[in-house]
């Protein structure tokens, strides 16, 4: 028998052997432990940066937009209006348009998703354009909210005549005069394909004049396509498959 | 324990509470072997009794060499060391009993205790002082506890490679608590409760959190497949009704408040005012002129615990592959003599039923159950009990692979150093203990209970009662005070010995 085909006695060392089998396992947890928990980071966004695209339902990508949009138009018809309404007669000084109030009553939601804590966000958005625009002056929101509670009317019963003459003489009682309500309402609607789906987003804005029931709305949409995978994406999105 | 019967000399060591590694030496011939102690005496006789049943027709392994006791015992001794560790809910159950007699102070020094001992398991013994806590009265030092637990969990659920391995090397036990998916959960809620009877500026957000949480927990889990174990997990229906309940009180968004009663309902249908709760915010209001809301949020019952449990078919059937692998590789491996051990848990939640309010002799009526935690509890478990045992399962694989390895890489096929060998790795495997950490002193259920009253202070007489609506203890006066359109909030805990502690609200 050839040296190298002479089996090794058990007691031998085999070396190959042992780094193989007998170190290997064991190695295991000591490479592991070079891996250890991750922590959490932040960071400021700086603006004009890509900011984050909710993957799963709408975010600030979708919100921001849709409000711009909407406050933005609605704004710039009654600031036309508005300047439309001062006649100008010689030699008389200019008269600025009146002050309207506007009562923004709040942002409803009846779109398929739950927009959480973007609520709130939406409505301080809007109040504060409309309060920056100088076209109109908005009605501190917490007046609004005690308005409401006094009088037990839902926001959705306000548009009923006897109700808005209720709610608008309880206003004026507590000195907050008004002269348009302001409501906000998400919707959505959604188109399926396969495991992807389309959701657009409708923000309406609907402004009632208290006194004549008059109403003017103005709307914004947004569409958005969520996927299943990246190669989903890449095929909705490739210029190729036009 | 060692003791001498008759021509046969044996040698018994405990591998935890319920079995046994047996040593049977006879004619200088040692036979290994395993048996499980029946019933809780340890008398001799029915110690002894397992061990002589070892003979060689039905021992589970037998391993036969000659043999010096000299070496084996030490080595046995040596490594037994590791066995036998009382796991958490056996160190908790003192607190658990104080806590359910009432005995808020003896609950709260015991814990106190115990988190100078195990300063390793600071955040899982701050779970169960804030519930103390909460009993004591003292609600900002309670959700100061939850909300240092809550970060904690969520820097712990990042998968730590290290730890993992470790875990793989001794057992759950090794790896940093981060909660189960239900505590974690609860966590919040519990979070959103203490704030309510504060100022309740969080408690809007914490109720948020609850339900963001819900939600990334199963999204989480989602495989590649479409398959989700964790789609079966009972969603707690408290989070949406306590959101429910703060957007009702805007009078503005009850949009909002609808579709999250509607949400309540879908959760737990067997909620009987969740139907009105929808549709009054639907088409209703908060409440009518001059009247507010108290809202009762009743914590009922002993809660879920877990409690280690011994696999054995899982356990059997490795034996036999050992088997079948010692025969093919030509070698001896560990025998799997020391049971899988996974915990298990244990609902147990006691005579409490509800809670009974009262304003003078108007029986206003009881608390009824918005979320039941240990029935929560079970189906999580249910969902993953394969996973915890597969796990247990892969940890005996690496622990015989190790041996194997390091029997081959020595060259040691047989002799004493592989019976020593062979012997260790049983010790290591019986080293292993299930991870019975919990929340141990949750409650079994969340009852809530919703009364429009006058504006002004009213006094409310609480009582709780046991299941068959029998009260457990005398009436508690509370007073609270009601404002116009605004929402009072009242917290207390029951168990079987009655209220712990003392309720808990707020000033509208």
């Not at chain 1, 109040?127 to 929101?141: A, K, T």
């Not at chain 2, 009990?385 to 940890?395: I, K």
């Amino acid at each position: 028998m050839r040296p190298a085909d002479r089996p090794h006695p058990p007691s031998q060392l085999d070396r190959r052997r042992f780094l193989r089998c007998g170190l290997a396992p064991l190695a295991i947890p000591v490479l592991a432990a070079a891996g250890c928990r991750s922590m959490q980071f932040a960071r400021v966004m700086m603006p004009g940066e890509d900011a984050m695209i909710g993957s799963h339902q709408a975010g600030q990508e979708t919100f921001t937009p849709l409000v711009n949009d909407a406050v933005a138009k609605l704004l710039a018809r009654h600031v036309d209006a508005a300047v439309q309404q001062v006649s100008y007669e010689e030699g008389a000084e200019p008269l600025p348009p009146p002050t309207r109030r506007i009562c923004f009553v709040g942002v409803e939601n009846k779109s398929a998703e739950d927009i959480g804590d973007f609520k709130e966000q939406i409505y301080q958005s809007i109040d504060s354009r409309i309060l920056e625009s100088s076209v109109f002056q908005s009605v501190n929101r917490r007046f609004v909210d005690a308005g409401l509670r006094d009088t037990r009317l839902r926001p959705d019963q306000l548009l009923v005549p006897e109700h808005m003459r209720t709610f608008a003489g309880h206003m004026e009682q507590q000195g907050q005069p008004i002269d348009y309500l302001l409501y906000a309402t998400i919707t959505s609607g959604t188109t399926r394909e396969n495991r992807d789906y389309q959701r657009d987003y409708v923000l309406t804005l609907e402004l009632v004049e208290v006194g004549t029931g008059t109403y003017d709305k103005q709307s914004a949409e947004l569409s958005k396509g969520y996927h299943h995978s990246r190669l989903s994406r890449w095929r909705a999105t490739n210029p190729l498959a036009q | 324990m060692s003791c001498l019967h008759e021509k046969h000399s044996i040698v018994l060591f405990f591998l935890g509470k319920r079995s046994l590694l047996v040593l049977r030496f006879a004619s200088c011939e040692a036979v290994i072997g395993e048996a499980g102690i029946g019933g809780s005496s340890r008398s001799l006789g029915r110690i002894l009794a397992p061990a002589t049943r070892l003979l060689p027709s039905r021992r589970l392994h037998t391993n036969r060499l000659h043999v010096s006791l000299s070496l084996l015992v030490p080595t046995l001794a040596a490594l037994l060391v590791l066995t036998g560790c009382a796991t958490h809910m056996i160190r908790l159950q003192p607190v658990r009993a104080a806590f359910q007699r009432g005995d808020v102070a003896e609950a709260d020094r015991l814990i106190a205790h115990e988190l100078e001992q195990r300063s390793g398991e600071e955040e899982l013994l701050l779970l169960d002082r804030a519930m103390v806590t909460l009993a004591d009265g003292r609600p900002a030092d309670a959700e100061r506890m939850l909300r240092r637990v809550r970060d904690s969990f969520d820097h712990l659920e990042e998968e730590s490679p290290a730890e993992d391995a470790w875990s793989m090397l001794s057992d759950d036990g090794a790896r940093a608590y981060h909660g189960e998916d239900y505590e974690k959960v609860l966590v919040r809620a519990m979070l959103a409760l203490s704030n309510l009877v504060q100022d309740g500026d969080d408690a809007e957000a914490y109720s948020l959190q609850v339900i963001d949480k819900q939600r990334r927990i199963v999204a989480a889990a989602a495989k590649p497949d479409g398959t989700n174990p964790k789609a079966a997990y009972q969603q707690v229906a408290l989070a949406p009704y306590l959101r429910g309940i703060i957007r009702e009180e805007t009078h503005r968004d009850y949009d909002d408040a609808a579709r999250n009663f509607q949400l309540v309902v879908d959760w737990q249908p067997d909620f009987g005012p969740g139907q009105a709760h929808r549709a009054r915010a639907a088409e209703g209001s908060h409440s009518r002129r001059g009247h507010g809301v108290v809202h009762v949020f009743a914590l009922v019952g002993h809660g879920p615990f877990k409690a280690e449990v011994e696999e054995m078919p899982t356990s059997t059937s490795l034996l036999i592959a050992d088997q079948m692998l010692s025969t093919q590789l030509g070698t001896t491996l560990p025998p799997t003599v020391a049971p899988i051990k996974v915990p298990r848990i244990v609902a147990a939640p006691g005579a409490a039923g509800s809670v009974q309010v009262a304003i003078g002799d108007w029986a206003a009526g009881q608390t009824e159950t918005i979320t039941d935690i240990s029935q929560m509890a079970l189906r999580q478990q249910e969902a993953l009990l394969p996973y915890c045992v597969a796990r247990a399962v892969a940890r005996r694989t690496v622990k015989k692979g190790t041996i194997y390895g390091v029997k081959q890489g020595f060259g040691m096929r047989e002799g004493l150093p592989s019976l020593a060998l062979d012997v260790a790795g049983v010790a290591w495997e019986a080293s292993e203990n299930a991870d019975t950490r919990c929340w141990s002193l949750l409650p079994d259920r969340i009852q809530t209970m919703r009364l429009e009253l006058p504006v002004g202070t009213h006094t409310l007489l609480l009582r709780p009662l046991d299941r068959q609506g029998q009260p457990l203890g005398q009436p508690v006066p509370q007073t609270v005070t009601v404002a116009d359109g605004r929402n009072t909030y009242l917290l207390m805990q029951a168990t079987d010995a009655g209220f712990v502690g003392r309720p808990l609200t707020n000033s509208p």
